[in-house]
Every structure is written in C-alpha cells, then in structure tokens.
C-alpha cells in the first residue's frame, strides 16, 4: 500500500539532544500530521499542519509543512526519556490519510 | 470525555469464528476509519465511513464487514476469522483534516 517515506527508521540520541525527523512524498496533501505511539496504545496526535510553510510547536514539538506541500519536518528540542515511541507522520487530502513508515526513538538517560 | 472507544481491548478467536470490533465515539464526527497494524506492514485502511449508511472499501477490505446505522458507531465484522487477520485494529475519526485513533484491539486468531 502506499506510505510515505519517513526517516530516520530509527535512532538512539542521548537525553538533552534534539532530534530531528522527516517525511517526504511524490503527491502532494492538504494537511500534515504528526503522532506519536506508545507500546499498547493507539497513535496520539501531536501537530497537525494546515498551510504550506506553516511551522506551529507544541511544547518542545516543533513541524514544518513544507513548501512544496510534498513534505513535512518534526523536531523534538531537549528530549527526555518520556519520548521514547514511535513518531508517524501522516499526509491528508478528502478522506484519504498516508502514514508514514513510522520513526522508532530511544532516549538513553 | 473519552473520545474513541474501542472494545474489547483483547480477543483470541479461532479460525473460522465471527467476531466483531466496536468502536464508539462520543462526538459527531462524520468520517470514521478501521485501520489495521501489521510489523512491516504500518497502518493500512480496511474501511471508512463518511456518514451514516454510507460506507466504502479501504486497501484491505477482504474478509471484513462494516456498517454505520448512527453516526457514533462503526462495528467492524470479520464474517470468517482467518490466521493472516491476527493483529492490532485502530479506528480512528476524522474532523477538518485530523484524525483521531482510538486505544485499539489486539486481535489473536488461533
């Protein structure tokens, strides 16, 4: 099926590092999102990005819609060991949401 | 408020059996979405809903029932459970672009 290209697969980082992650397409969507998921529970929704440009944080979340509407950034300032998860974007347009391969995160104290 | 309600959590069934997925949401969103999660696989879309009575397939739609009489409900039927549907189901709501997931059901199929 089709999925977005997200990267990186995986990363260690120590406690303190920001952290970076990204999703790339060939079609182009009217909104971004970005979910992080937890061991036994369902994805929570943690930005969503409605215009090309737009950059909007929450909390120390940071993501990028980008320009060509094709891609979309999250950054994550100062992690802590809490973040640890896998990190989903999604692209949406009508009815239609693709989700990323998913970016599993490791904080090491 | 809880949202999306899916239930039950855990079910192991055997090959063969009818069993059916709840989901409930406390809104009146009109989009909702059965996704199912596989390793290597990520999230695929069995079936989506964009209001009540109206219904239509998703990427995996085969062996899989819906239905959506109100617009709170969207039970999702396997009529004939099969080994290969052994995962974790989401359903998930949409409002205005975002979309909402609920805890999930693990699903054994033995």
């Known amino acids: 099926g089709q999925q977005l290209n997200q990267s990186p697969q995986s990363m260690f980082i120590q406690e303190g590092e920001d952290v970076s992650m990204n999703c790339t397409s060939s079609s182009i969507f009217n909104t971004w999102l970005w979910y992080k998921q937890d061991p036994g529970e369902g994805p929570v929704l943690l930005i969503a990005?409605?215009?090309?440009?737009e950059l909007t944080s929450n909390g120390r979340l940071t993501a990028q819609f980008g320009i060509t509407r094709k891609d979309s950034f999250l950054n994550i300032s100062a992690s802590i060991p809490s973040d640890v998860g896998i990190y989903f974007c999604a692209g949406q347009w009508t009815y239609k949401y693709i989700f990323g391969t998913g970016t599993r995160l490791k904080v090491l104290a | 408020d809880a949202g999306i309600t899916q239930s039950p959590r855990y079910k192991i069934t055997e090959t063969g059996r009818q069993v059916t997925l709840m989901c409930h949401q406390t809104?009146?969103?009109?989009?909702m979405f059965w996704y199912r999660q596989d390793l290597g696989h990520g999230l695929r879309l069995i079936y989506y809903s964009a209001a009540a009575d109206i219904t239509d397939k998703g990427e995996v739609p085969d062996g899989y029932v819906v239905s959506r009489s109100k617009t709170e409900n969207f039970p999702l039927t396997l009529e004939s459970a099969t080994r290969s549907q052994t995962s974790v189901y989401f359903c998930?709501?949409?409002?205005?672009?975002?979309?909402?997931f609920g805890q999930g059901t693990r699903l054994t199929v033995v």
């Open positions: 809104w009146s969103h009109s989009y």
């Open positions: 990005l409605y215009k090309a440009g």
């Open positions: 998930a709501v949409g409002s205005d672009g975002e979309a909402f």
